[in-house]
């Protein structure tokens, strides 16, 4: 009777322990299946946001000294006062009179990214003179270095000595893009106009 009694009731006594560890293991099997749903679920612009506010904080920081946005200006119009006779010689009948620009950055361009991409063409510009082969992927690493994101610079090709690119600089409604050839000390960094919205093509640039 004894040895019988012993042995019945040490059976519950396991069940019950092998119940508890069959329990836990679901839970913790439960929590890492959350957790993981957690991570997959999570926000797309969770991830990468921080090099964005970067870039935002980048250009706000270069144009902090330029005036605020504003339309651009439209060229002047109306008629020309006359002056006084005899006190300038009167230009010849045939002279071509200068004509004001109705397209291109200085009437798209408001005068904050006017201000602006004279800024940034100088920084870019400095930062490429002293670059030996300016291949692609240097003229890349430089931009990244300044502050410039991937997905902003396009066209990135080389073309014998000359790496070409366009930087897409639009920013509170702006529609400033630059113009870019990197050849050593021949450098040359040009403005231009982008679309308001959309994708990005490069438009008219400083002539």
């Known amino acids: 009777m004894t040895s019988t009694?012993?042995?019945?009731?040490?059976?519950?006594?396991?069940?019950?322990?092998?119940?508890a560890v069959a329990a836990l293991t679901l839970g913790a099997c439960?929590?890492?299946?959350?957790?993981?749903?957690?991570?997959q679920t999570k926000p797309a612009d969770a991830v990468g946001g921080q090099p964005d506010a970067a870039f935002t904080a980048m250009l706000d920081k270069i144009a902090?000294?330029?005036?605020p946005s504003?339309?651009?200006?439209?060229?002047?119009?109306?008629?020309?006062?006359?002056?006084?006779?005899?006190?300038?010689?009167?230009?010849?009948?045939?002279?071509?009179?200068?004509?004001?620009?109705?397209?291109?950055?200085?009437?798209?361009?408001?005068?904050?990214?006017?201000?602006?991409s004279n800024l940034h063409e100088e920084r870019i510009?400095?930062?490429?003179?002293?670059?030996?082969?300016?291949?692609?992927?240097?003229?890349?690493?430089?931009?990244?270095?300044?502050?410039?994101?991937?997905?902003?610079?396009?066209?990135?090709?080389?073309?014998?000595a000359t790496t070409r690119f366009f930087l897409d600089l639009r920013d509170k409604g702006g529609r400033l893009c630059l113009e870019g050839s990197a050849a050593g000390e021949k450098t040359v960094v040009d403005k231009c106009v982008a679309p308001e919205t959309g994708p990005f093509t490069a438009g008219e640039r400083k002539q």
Not at 64 to 67: D, V
Not at 90 to 110: C, F, R
Not at 125 to 143: M, S
């Open 5 to 19: 009694f012993a042995r019945s009731s040490r059976r519950p006594r396991l069940t019950l322990v092998i119940t």
């Open 64 to 67: 902090q000294s330029c005036p």
């Open 30 to 39: 439960g929590t890492e299946k959350t957790t993981a749903d957690r991570e």
């Open 70 to 116: 504003a339309p651009p200006e439209a060229p002047p119009s109306g008629s020309v006062e006359t002056l006084p006779s005899g006190s300038v010689e009167t230009p010849p009948s045939d002279a071509i009179e200068p004509i004001a620009p109705t397209a291109g950055p200085e009437v798209e361009l408001n005068a904050r990214d006017w201000c602006a």
């Open 125 to 160: 510009a400095q930062a490429l003179w002293d670059l030996g082969e300016p291949t692609p992927t240097k003229v890349r690493a430089i931009l990244n270095d300044l502050g410039y994101l991937d997905e902003r610079i396009h066209d990135l090709e080389q073309s014998g």
